[in-house]
């Protein structure tokens, strides 16, 4: 009997002591890890006292099944391991970035299928994110950060039930650290359920796209038929012709198109013949000879200027990369990698990339100057080409007409007064006339820059207010972009162009402030080529003073801000600098000179090659310093006003020398990669798959259920696949709105008239 007691005394004392000794682990545990407070702060295993205290407001429902899920956890069934695992808890990186302890949305759908599953919930289940302040002492997280948690729960669970048992979860924890000597506080801010209460088809906008799409593809439809069916008819025709030929017969005659029509086709992607104006209006929808238009690689008449299609391309490329990176940023797991990255020496062709942007400036100040002095001089030559018929009538009239010399007047002495005429000074004064054929001429051009370009960007508008609004309803994340509401109050602004001139936090579409800079330069432009008709000298004093009032402008307003630039923060003047005209337009005026100048010289420049020796590398070294030049990661603030106004003007100085060099043959191996004929349909789509892809990438990239790890490997390849995507979906939105509606304005202008097919 003595022995036994011994015995069991000796048992209690050892499980005492093992009961002691656990405590003082724990109590070690929890006063020097943060790390285990943090890895407990979700913990569903306590959470069965949250539910079913006295102080609890949850729905008896609710409480319910909560009893039955944390019963069944802790008894180890599987379907409630699998609730706790698709809920969010702690995950590594905290300490290098972490915002998300999200689960899994799709693991929190998937558990309920009884078709594949033998354990599933008695209840149905929903999933919920929460926004929860976390702060950890002033060492591991000082500054508090928002996380976003993720909670798989039952479906009798609402919002206000989920974020009451999270608070109870939060105080107990924060109990917890005030008795282990942590300074650590966590607090929901609020709790939102995944997928939201937004239904997509029942948005009257859904109907209003769907129509709109509907009805374009149908037209689409409809032309490619009936365009397909006159290309056969026009192939069997010439098939006959040529047979009759080889018999010397009379070749046979087609009646449904219009016959009086010339015999040469200057529309080369046209394989029929023209049809009356109603026709073609129908057929300016077709895909077939839309699409060959697009994607044929065949290089324009004037081929001296194909080297911006290359500029043009691979600086959407360029852009496509840099929203890449702030995409994949915003959604890592790890985002301190992002300073990291922000270190490489490279990454400053990510950070300094707004001067992609003035590549398309750039570019758009060179063609609209050509195309204008083009047309022009086009005006000019069918004028005094209808003065010289009409003199030559006169002088026939006065030479076969009159017989009384007295009335006569001479060949010569007629010829004479003709050219004395338009030798004339005129006066430098405009008549009311000459104003209004200027007005005239500028809401023309002005029409059909808006005929051509609103159509797909009012369609992308649609398409990207729909997009956002079903993806915040859906995702797990918190988008930055709220386009979901400024597109639906401030789409107008997008639509006259003026989106520019507003605070970013309303603006539609974020990166469209180019367009109505663009636009508002084209303004500016055209005035100044019109004025130049008749005043050169005052439209390039006018230019000239443009471009220097933008530096001084620039200047003023960077340092009146004291704006420091820096690496990490490239829009940190977004609203009073980055999308600003007066700090922008430099490239393009620059742009105009140089379309100008190409233009007069007909891109037939001798270039001494000691010139051509120092223009390469200087143009490189402008564009190279331009990038690359923030060593330091900052600028301070004179070197920065500088920077981010004549830095922009620098760029286009730099490119003009590229294309004058290139346009006059002395691109060398930089015009053969330039002027590369893959490149020309590519360019084509530029602008369609600039509007689109930022609504590609935030679709796609929101509507995942976990973040992504964030490494260079990764970006690339995933950079690949927004590009591939983007230029597809810029293919079918120029296929349904920007070629028809260059076709339509060709048509309005009557430059198809009396044009036939091949």
């Known amino acids: 009997m003595y022995n036994i007691m011994q015995t069991m005394i000796l048992v209690t004392v050892l499980v005492l002591v093992s009961a002691l000794g656990a405590t003082a682990n724990s109590t070690v545990v929890l006063t020097a890890s943060r790390m285990a ?34 019963e069944a956890l802790n008894e180890g069934q599987l379907w409630a391991s699998k609730i706790y695992d698709a809920s969010g808890q702690y995950s590594p990186n905290i300490l290098f970035g972490n915002e998300y302890w999200l689960g899994s949305l799709n693991a929190c759908r998937d558990l309920q299928l009884k078709k594949y599953y033998d354990q599933v919930p008695p209840f149905p289940t929903t999933f919920y994110v929460a926004k929860i302040n976390l702060t950890v002492d002033g060492d591991h997280i000082p500054i508090t950060r928002s996380m976003l948690v993720g909670q798989c729960m039952p479906l009798s669970c609402n919002s206000s039930a989920t974020k009451e048992i999270l608070l109870a979860a939060e105080t107990a924890a924060a109990d917890r650290a005030q008795a282990a000597g942590i300074a650590a506080n966590a607090r929901t801010l609020y709790v939102r359920p995944v997928p939201g209460p937004y239904n997509v088809y029942m948005d009257f906008k859904t109907h209003i796209m769907g129509a709109v799409t509907l009805a374009v593809a149908l037209w689409m439809l409809i032309a490619s038929l009936y365009e397909g069916r006159l290309e056969r008819r026009y192939r069997s025709t010439q098939r006959q012709d040529l047979e ?147 003199n030559d009538k006169d002088l026939n009239k006065n030479i076969n007409g009159y017989t009384n010399s007295a009335l006569s007047v001479s060949a010569i002495s007629q010829q004479s007064f003709y050219e004395d005429i338009l030798d004339k000074p005129k006066s430098n004064a405009y008549t009311k006339k000459e104003v209004s054929r200027i007005i005239r001429s500028f809401l023309v051009l002005l029409s059909y820059r808006l005929v051509r370009l609103t159509p797909a960007y009012a369609f992308v508008i649609g398409i990207n207010e729909l997009a956002l609004r079903y993806t915040h309803n859906h995702t797990v994340f918190e988008p930055a972009i709220f386009d979901h509401i400024t597109c639906d109050h401030y789409w107008w602004r997008n639509v006259l162009y003026i989106n520019n001139l507003f605070p970013q936090k309303d603006m539609c579409m974020v990166w469209s402030w180019y367009m109505a800079n663009d636009t508002q330069f084209y303004v500016v432009g055209i005035i100044l080529l019109l004025i130049s008709v008749k005043h050169v000298k005052f439209a390039t004093i006018s230019l000239i003073l443009l471009l220097a009032s933008s530096w001084v402008t620039t200047i003023y307003i960077s340092v009146w801000h004291a704006y420091k630039a820096r690496i990490q923060e490239p829009f940190e003047m977004f609203d009073p600098l980055y999308d600003k005209p007066w700090s922008r337009i430099g490239p393009y005026l620059v742009g105009m000179m140089v379309g100008w100048y190409l233009h007069r010289t007909k891109c037939q420049v001798k270039i001494p090659y000691w010139l051509v020796a120092i223009g390469w590398p200087v143009s490189l070294l402008i564009i190279a310093t331009l990038i690359f030049g923030m060593v330091d990661g900052y600028f301070e603030v004179w070197p920065t006003a500088f920077y981010v106004s004549i830095g922009h003007t620098g760029w286009g100085v730099a490119l003009a020398w590229v294309s004058i060099a290139c346009c006059c043959g002395y691109g060398g191996l930089a015009n053969s990669l330039l002027s590369y004929n893959g490149f020309l349909p590519l360019s084509r789509l530029t602008y369609c798959a600039y509007l689109v892809h930022p609504t590609i990438m935030m679709y796609t990239s929101f509507l995942l259920d976990g973040p992504l790890h964030l490494q260079n490997s990764m970006v690339i390849t995933i950079y690949a696949g927004y590009a591939v995507l983007a230029f597809l979906a810029s293919f079918a939105i120029s296929l349904a709105f920007e070629a028809p509606a260059v076709r339509l304005i060709k048509i309005a202008g009557g430059e198809d008239k009396g044009k036939k097919a091949r």
């Not at 569903?44 to 539910?51: A, I, P």
Request: a neutral charge; charged letters at 25%; glycine letters at 4%.
């Open 244 to 390: 009759q030929a080889n018999n010397n017969q009379k070749p046979a005659k087609t009646t449904d198109c219009n016959d009086s029509i010339e015999e040469e086709n200057k529309d080369r992607d046209l394989k029929r013949e023209r049809c009356d104006v109603w026709a073609e209006v129908l057929l300016s929808f077709s895909i077939l000879s839309n699409g060959r238009a697009i994607l044929s690689t065949r290089r324009p008449n004037d081929g001296a200027l194909t080297c911006l299609h290359g500029m043009r391309f691979l600086s959407v490329l360029w852009v496509i990369m840099v929203h890449t990176y702030l995409t994949i940023f915003y959604i890592a797991d790890n985002k301190q990698m992002r300073v990291v990255t922000e270190r490489n020496f490279l990454y400053q062709s990510v950070g300094n990339a707004s001067y992609c942007v003035d590549t398309f400036f750039f570019i758009s100040g060179l063609l609209v100057t050509v195309l204008f002095l083009r047309s022009e001089d086009k005006k000019t030559k069918r004028k005094n080409d209808k003065m010289a018929q009409a």
């Open 37 to 70: 407070w943090m890895k407990n702060l979700l913990d569903h295993h306590d959470w069965l006292e949250y539910v079913q205290g006295n102080n609890s407001t949850v729905s008896a429902e609710c409480a319910a099944d909560m009893r039955t899920y944390i």
